[in-house]
């Protein structure tokens, strides 16, 4: 029997039924082991530098006296002042960004209307424009040389230099988180389990309740860590609308600035380290999170 050679494309491939050679695994990366280590060494000394040192330096600069000046510069009426109002502000703002994120978040991921695309826009509008620029918005909105300024004070409203106007700037640059935590994770999910739940005699708040809250509590609830992280720590637009006033205005990060323009180091490092607490706290309630909830997390995102 005559053997057809074989030729062009087909040349070199194993005959129908037979075991070709079996070739070997080809590896991801082909760096050497001494690449591998610089790179992670470079890491490494970045994170130390830029990330573990400037958080060690405030906790070394705030129990350089001691941890009786420590507590005492906690303890004075204007820290006390600045404590109490940034919890007021983020028990404001933290619920009513949970509410439009949620609200926002169905819309987008669950519906299709006209004007979507630009919702989503406004939504990034806060990551886009400065802070600083946000604060200076509701002066121009609500100043005395405003249209509004006017009748706001003539019935005795204050919005600036107020608590009002801190919950109104802290809202505005913190109110993406929630949202953008959620609009992605709904649009992978789509809308099977909510029409099921209808078509099964549910109403639109038991199929919220039910079926849509429980698919995002996860993604709900890092939202909510970091836009309590943010609010807490809000700067630029707070340091606008606020004025400045010492023991009434004042949040934790404004309160900082004082004591260091003051030269009361102890007193400002003190007052950071519980910012800086915070921020730990959110990390290691995240991982926690990630840890303990993983593999249900995963299932969520992947159904």
């Known amino acids: 029997m005559a053997v057809e050679a074989l030729s062009g494309p087909l040349r070199g491939r194993p005959r129908a039924g037979t075991v070709g050679p079996v070739s070997r695994p080809v590896r ?22 830029f990330l573990i040192l400037p958080l060690v330096s405030v906790f070394v600069e705030a129990f350089r006296k001691g941890g009786g000046a420590f507590f005492e510069a906690l303890a004075e009426p204007d820290t006390l002042s600045a404590i109490r109002l940034t919890l007021t502000v983020a028990a404001i703002a933290v619920p009513c960004n949970l509410v439009f994120g949620i609200a926002a978040a ?99 708040w038991q199929t919220f ?57 102890v007193g400002a490092f003190a007052v950071s380290t519980l910012l800086a607490a915070l921020a730990l706290v959110t990390l290691v309630l995240k991982s926690i999170l990630e840890y303990r909830y993983g593999d249900e997390i995963a299932a969520t995102a992947k159904h």
């Open 106 to 204: 169905w819309a987008i991921a669950k519906f299709e209307f006209k004007g979507k695309a630009f919702l989503t826009t406004l939504i990034d509008l806060p990551f886009s424009v400065s802070p600083v620029i946000s604060g200076l918005v509701y002066v121009l909105l609500f100043g005395a040389g405003s249209v509004l300024g006017p009748w706001l004070k003539s019935h005795g409203i204050e919005i600036l230099f107020a608590v009002p106007g801190i919950v109104l700037a802290t809202i505005f640059v913190t109110f993406p988180f929630v949202a953008r935590e959620l609009i992605p994770l709904m649009q992978e999910q789509g809308t099977g389990d909510e029409e099921a739940a209808i078509s099964l005699g549910a109403s639109g």
């Open 209 to 265: 309740w039910y079926v849509t809250l429980p698919n995002i509590k996860w993604g709900l609830l890092y939202g909510v860590l970091l836009c309590n992280a943010r609010a807490m720590g809000e700067f630029g637009a707070v340091s606008v609308v606020s004025g400045h006033i010492r023991g009434l205005t004042n949040t934790m990060p404004l309160h900082v600035e004082i004591l260091y323009n003051e030269y009361n180091f």
């Open 28 to 49: 991801a990366t082909t760096e050497t082991t001494a690449t591998k280590a610089v790179l992670i060494g470079v890491a490494l000394i970045f994170m130390a530098l």
